[in-house]
Every structure is written in C-alpha cells, then in structure tokens.
C-alpha cells in the first residue's frame, strides 16, 4: 500500500506479526494527512515500525501525528517503533521528549533486526 502527496509518501508491507511503513520526504501541516491516513489504515499487529531515514522534515503537526499513533497502537496492545530517522528529525524527537516514549532503533548492514537506542 502506498499514501502519497506531492512532497510526502509512504509505503508499507503487512507481516505476520509487523507492520513495516517508509517514509520519505517532509512531514508538515500540508502533507500530515498522509501519514496519519497510512498510520491509520494499518492492520493491527503487534509492531509498526515506522522508517523515518528518508524525512527531511518533523513539524509539530508531525510530532502530533506520532504521539496519535503511539497512542491508539498501544491501546490495541502493540507498539509503534521509529527507525533510522534522519539527523534533524533525531534532533526533534529529543527536544520534544518523544524519544523517551516511542522506542527508536538504529539498523545496520550487519544486524537486520534493530538495537532499542536513545536518540
């Protein structure tokens, strides 16, 4: 599945026991509809992990969006987890504390599966 606006898109595949999304470009007031709808529509299980490496950018209204999802996930019993988000966006989960509610993982080319870090 695939939720796209001109600057924003996100693709997602539906596992087993997660639900994997990327997301690739800038997240604000004008493209929060995308990935709240493709955050919305995922199928409940047990992980959504969210690939933020290719956002440029988190406004607030992205933040909002996360803390959303963070929220109705959890209350279905699952847990969303952040993935390799870009430097900026790292900058942003910390100054808004997220960081210290929504795990965020690191990937590596030699360990597939991700290592819960602080950002």
Known sequence: MVERS????VRMSVGEHAVDMW????VDLATVGTLRGALWAAPPRPVLRLDLSGVRLLAATGVRALVAAHLRIRARGGELVLVDPDPVVTRVLRATGLHRVIP?????????ECDLVAA
């Open 6 to 9: 001109e600057r924003f898109d």
């Open 23 to 26: 997301a690739v470009g800038e």
């Open 104 to 112: 965020i993982c690191r990937t590596t080319s030699t360990r597939p």
